[in-house]
């Protein structure tokens, strides 16, 4: 939870200052949600991953295809 909570604040800083997070951000987060089983944020983090870095879909859509086994 404290991860979540530290990654959270720094997206906010960024989105402040109009910056796009790092390539793995959005899929970190979504790692760390997986832990703690929030679903919806899951799927939300690794599609924004998708988005900014189209080059990581295979393997967003790799990790989404084990996470909803």
Avoid at 38 to 50: A, I, L, M, N, P
């Amino acid at each position: 939870q404290e991860q979540i909570a530290a990654l959270e604040a720094s997206l906010q800083q960024a989105r402040a200052r109009d910056v796009t997070p790092a390539p793995g951000f959005h899929a970190h987060l979504g790692m760390l949600y997986a832990e703690v089983g929030k679903g919806d944020q899951v799927r939300q983090q690794f599609e924004t991953e998708k988005t900014l870095f189209p080059e990581s879909a295979p393997y967003m859509d790799f990790l989404m295809r084990n996470f909803e086994k």
